[in-house]
Every structure is written in C-alpha cells, then in structure tokens.
Nanobody, 119 residues
Framework: EVQLVESGGGLVQPGGSLRLSCAAS????????MSWVRQAPGKGREWVSG????????SYADSVQGRFTISRDNAENTLYLQMNSLKPEDTAVYYC????????????WGQGTQVTVSS
C-alpha cells in the first residue's frame, strides 16, 4: 500500500521558516519524480515544487521561487520542503505527491500538514 505521510507544519510568524517532511512507503521512492502541492482554504490545489528521481533537478512555482527548497533522501525514502521567508499567503495544507507538475497524484488528499503563517 502506497503511503505518503507529511509532517513538520505548524504556526509561524511572517518571515519565519519551517521544514516539511514526507515519509514515503509502499513503492520504490527513488524511481519517482515527487512534488509538493498545497491547498489554501477555499481554493483549489496548487503545485508548489517538484524534484526528479535522483534529486538533481528541481522546479518551483513562481510564488515560492527563491524562498522554498525541495530535496529528497532516497536512502530514507523521505521528501523535504524547506520554507523560508514565509508569507501569510503561504497558509495552506501541504501535501506530497507522486509525479511532476501537471501530472501529480495521490490516492487520498485527506491528511497533509497544516502550515499557518500569521502574526
């Protein structure tokens, strides 16, 4: 069974930082492009960042470019998202997903990790 379990969210002040983690299991993690996707209250899902299978190529949405850094540890089957200079508009539930921008997927969007940026 494929499992993607996010952690690391929380409440942070504007300008602060958080590091999200996604523990993957049930598939060969190192074979897949992975993405981070977020959903703000009342809005649709937004692709945030992606990384290729080896970790050597990354891409970002314009809204987070220069502030967020995606990485992965294939030995630990874990995906990361370092978020710096956080803004209130970054407030959302964050999910990791298999696949690239425009073609990411996961079986269920019910969990994720909540990030709230507020003073």
């Amino acid at each position: 069974e494929v499992q993607l379990v996010e952690s690391g969210g929380g409440l942070v002040q504007p300008g602060g930082s958080l590091r999200l983690s996604c523990a993957a299991s049930g598939f060969t993690f190192s074979n897949y492009v992975m993405s981070w996707v977020r959903q703000a209250p009342g809005k649709g899902r937004e692709w945030v960042s992606g990384i290729n299978s080896s970790g050597g190529r990354t891409s970002y949405a314009d809204s987070v470019q220069g502030r967020f850094t995606i990485s992965r540890d294939n030995a630990e089957n874990t995906l990361y998202l370092q978020m710096n200079s956080l803004k209130p508009e970054d407030t959302a539930v964050y999910y990791c997903a298999k696949g690239p921008r425009g073609n990411y997927y996961r079986a269920s969007w019910g969990q994720g990790t909540q990030v709230t940026v507020s003073s």
